[in-house]
C-alpha cells in the first residue's frame, strides 16, 4: 500500500491523517511520523502499520496521562485508573507509567508526602485516616509507615488532635445552645475518632482541655 497523501487535520494541527491507494488509513501524531519518515510515496506493509499504529496508540496515551498529572500529582494507581477507563491496553499502560515514573512525574513516595501535607493543611487528621486514605490511593504498606513516621511525630499528631478539639470545644463554649460538659467531651472524642486519631491520642487531649482526672476508658 501507498501512502498517497498526508493532510493535517483541522481540530488539531499537530495530528495528521494518513491516505492509503487514496482512501483513509489512520491518524497518527506529527512526533510518529517524523519518527517512522513517513512521506507521500511510502510504500507500507501490514506489519509496518501496525507497528505505526501502536506507536501512535503509545503516543496517545502518554498525551492523555500527562494532561492527568498536569492538574497535581497522582499516584500510580490513580493514572493506571484513568488510562484503563480511556480503554488503553495494559501493555500501552505499562509503558506509560514507565515512561512517567522514570521522569518522575510519578512517584508514589512524593505524592504521599503531598497528600498527608495538603491534609494537615485543610483539617487536621491522624494517622489512621492518613493511612486509610493512602491506601485507597494504592499506596504501598512499606512507603505509608515510612511517610508517616518522616512527616509527622507523634507529639505533631498530638498537637493537631489538641488544636483541632480546642476549636470545637470553643465553639460548643461560645453557642447560646448550652451542651453539658459531658456531652462536650463526648462529642469531641469521637469527632477525633472520626478524623483518625485513636484513643491513645484523644485520651491525653481530653485530659488537657477539660482537666479531667483518672479517664481510663473511651468516653
Not at 76 to 86: A, F, G, P, Q, S
Amino acid at each position: 500500500m501507498i501512502i498517497t497523501k498526508l493532510e493535517r487535520q483541522k481540530r488539531d494541527p499537530h495530528r495528521v491523517n494518513v491516505y492509503l491507494d487514496d482512501e483513509f488509513a489512520f491518524g497518527v501524531h506529527e512526533d510518529v511520523l517524523v519518527k517512522y519518515g513517513l512521506r507521500k510515496g511510502d510504500t507500507l506493509d501490514q506489519a509496518t502499520i501496525k507497528t505505526i499504529q501502536s506507536s501512535e496508540e503509545l503516543s496517545h496515551a502518554k498525551e492523555k496521562a500527562l494532561k492527568f498529572l498536569s492538574y497535581r500529582l497522582r499516584s500510580e494507581k490513580e493514572l493506571r485508573t484513568k488510562l484503563r477507563e480511556k480503554e488503553f491496553p495494559p501493555n500501552i499502560i505499562d509503558e506509560v507509567i514507565d515512561h512517567f515514573r522514570s521522569l518522575g512525574l510519578v512517584d508514589d513516595r512524593k505524592f504521599a508526602q503531598s497528600l498527608v501535607h495538603d491534609l494537615q493543611l485543610r483539617r487536621p487528621a491522624g494517622k489512621k485516616l492518613i493511612q486509610q486514605k493512602l491506601r485507597l490511593k494504592g499506596i504501598a504498606q512499606p512507603i505509608i509507615q515510612e511517610v508517616i513516621a518522616e512527616c509527622m511525630s507523634s507529639d505533631d499528631e498530638q498537637e493537631l488532635a489538641v488544636q483541632a478539639a480546642q476549636k470545637l470545644l470553643k465553639r460548643y463554649r461560645s453557642s447560646r445552645k448550652k451542651i453539658d460538659p459531658k456531652k462536650q467531651q463526648q462529642r469531641i472524642a469521637q469527632f477525633l475518632a472520626r478524623r483518625g486519631f485513636d484513643w491513645s491520642t484523644v485520651s491525653p487531649v481530653l485530659h488537657q482541655i477539660f482537666k479531667i482526672k483518672n479517664l481510663k476508658s473511651k468516653i
